[in-house]
């Protein structure tokens, strides 16, 4: 709906060290990159095939970094947008170092539910967290699952945008907005024991 993940709290849930060596995959116009900046000592990098500035370009299934290179690799909100997830997965875990973590993220069952709802649409049995789950099952990395849950207020002219996104044709009704929803981002993290 144009407004950014609050990047903030899905940070503090990873609580990763403050010198811990990022590399955000999918990074676009670089907003987490920015925020992990603002509070980390270590290397930051992002990498985008449409990058925003201070992003490199590139592609997820072919990174140009060292095999090693990383604390944390992240893949947030990214996986339903790659050609090759398997080929992403295996080159985002080359790049961890031993001791590591992949963080993969997505949209989960409860995202936007309430406007679904409003909008006469159902609500998605799990939706792009269901794709994330059976990649981590298919390239046979046990994870962790968290959940970053944060209220949000959706008003009418949200609920036109998402709409509008979908591509869908579906009427924005104002009479039933704002509607009180939850942001939620389903998370898991995989440790690199090797």
């Given at each position: 709906?144009?407004?950014?993940?609050?990047?903030?709290?899905?940070?503090?849930?990873?609580?990763?060290?403050?010198?811990?060596d990022l590399?955000?995959?999918?990074?676009?116009?670089?907003?987490?990159?920015?925020?992990?900046?603002?509070?980390?000592?270590?290397?930051?990098?992002?990498?985008?095939?449409?990058?925003?500035?201070?992003?490199?370009?590139g592609?997820?299934?072919?990174?140009?970094?060292?095999?090693?290179?990383?604390?944390?690799?992240?893949?947030?909100?990214?996986?339903?947008?790659l050609?090759?997830?398997?080929?992403?997965?295996?080159?985002?875990?080359?790049?961890?170092?031993?001791?590591?973590?992949?963080?993969?993220?997505?949209?989960?069952?409860?995202?936007?539910?309430?406007?679904?709802?409003?909008?006469?649409?159902?609500?998605?049995?799990?939706?792009?967290?269901?794709?994330?789950?059976?990649?981590l099952?298919?390239?046979?990395?046990p994870?962790?699952?968290?959940?970053?849950?944060?209220?949000?207020?959706?008003?009418?002219?949200?609920?036109?945008?998402?709409?509008?996104?979908?591509?869908?044709?579906?009427?924005?009704?104002?009479?039933?907005?704002?509607?009180?929803?939850?942001?939620?981002?389903?998370?898991?993290?995989?440790?690199?024991?090797?």
């Amino acid at each position: 709906m144009g407004v950014a993940w609050p990047h903030q709290p899905f940070l503090e849930v990873l609580a990763l060290p403050p010198d811990a060596d990022l590399l955000d995959i999918g990074a676009g116009e670089g907003a987490l990159v920015r925020e992990w900046r603002r509070r980390s000592t270590g290397r930051t990098e992002g990498i985008d095939p449409r990058p925003g500035a201070g992003i490199h370009r590139g592609r997820a299934e072919a990174l140009p970094y060292m095999t090693g290179a990383f604390d944390a690799v992240l893949l947030v909100r990214t996986l339903a947008h790659l050609p090759d997830v398997s080929a992403a997965l295996l080159e985002a875990w080359r790049v961890l170092r031993p001791g590591g973590r992949l963080v993969l993220a997505a949209h989960g069952a409860d995202h936007l539910r309430a406007t679904w709802h409003a909008l006469g649409r159902p609500a998605a049995d799990g939706g792009p967290e269901n794709a994330l789950r059976a990649a981590l099952a298919e390239a046979r990395h046990p994870a962790l699952r968290l959940d970053v849950r944060r209220p949000i207020s959706v008003a009418a002219a949200d609920a036109r945008e998402l709409v509008d996104t979908y591509g869908l044709s579906v009427s924005a009704n104002g009479q039933r907005f704002p509607e009180q929803d939850t942001a939620h981002l389903a998370v898991y993290l995989a440790y690199k024991t090797n």
